[in-house]
């Protein structure tokens, strides 16, 4: 039961701004949103999250709609490094050790 | 920066071999996870601890075990290794919070079973 829907894929020009969407219509109030990367052959790499405001670290920025049904993550000047597949998950704020579960995520292809 | 380390980037071992796989997180985290990646099958859960000698079972915990003796450290064991246990091992780690930490993971293992 996929609790956030993603682009299959994506490209994006060097240097520009990557913005990636996730709808997560069915999000409920105490769900967080969490954004994810996965280089080829590498670890998944944590990239930000949120619950109801904007975020921005070193990283990206995080932009929450209103209604919390969508979220974008923003790559403010992508390198070709940032190529890789993004996954936007949720996840309950409560207590304990949740596992992450990812869906199929965003190939973000960033093009020289 | 928090650095969670896996003991080897690729391990090949065989058929009914014990096999350990090692994880230290530098960050003093209380959790500690170790998940399985196939593809198609996307990320899974095998075991995780929330405290040192504490261990919990997650989606897929059959045919492995786990050994948390210090904080930093979380080993994970195939008892008999399988064929079918060849994958992507992941180990991450997070602080104790109210859930809204985030796990930060490991370079992985890619473990072959011949």
């Known amino acids: 039961d996929a609790k956030t829907t993603q682009p299959p894929s994506m490209d994006c020009a060097e240097g520009r701004a990557a913005n990636l969407p996730c709808n997560h219509s069915?999000?409920?109030?105490?769900?967080?949103v969490y954004w994810y990367r996965q280089i080829h052959s590498q670890g998944p790499q944590y990239i930000i999250h949120g619950l109801k405001n904007n975020e921005t670290n070193e990283m990206a920025s995080l932009i929450i709609t209103e209604d919390r049904k969508s979220s974008t993550l923003i790559l403010p000047h992508a390198t070709l490094r940032d190529t890789a597949v993004y996954y936007c998950i949720v996840l309950y704020s409560g207590g304990g050790a949740d596992g992450l579960t990812f869906g199929k995520g965003t190939h973000l292809i960033i093009q020289p | 920066d928090v650095k969670v380390t896996q003991s080897s980037r690729y391990l090949v071992k065989r058929t009914g071999e014990k096999v350990f796989l090692e994880c230290v997180q530098d960050?003093?985290?209380?959790?500690m996870f170790w998940y399985r990646q196939d593809p198609g099958l996307g990320l899974r859960l095998i075991y995780f601890?929330?405290?040192?000698?504490?261990?919990e079972k997650g989606d897929i915990p059959e045919g492995y075990s786990v050994s948390r003796e210090k904080k930093e450290r979380f080993s994970l064991i195939l008892e008999s290794a399988s064929t079918n246990q060849t994958s992507m091992y992941l180990c991450?780690?997070?602080?104790?919070?109210?859930?809204?930490?985030?796990?930060?993971f490991g370079d992985g293992t890619r473990l072959s079973i011949l």
């Open positions: 991450a780690s997070s602080l104790l919070g109210l859930g809204n930490q985030p796990q930060h």
């Open positions: 960050m003093d985290h209380e959790n």
């Open positions: 601890s929330y405290d040192v000698k504490m261990k």
């Open positions: 069915t999000i409920s109030g105490n769900e967080y």
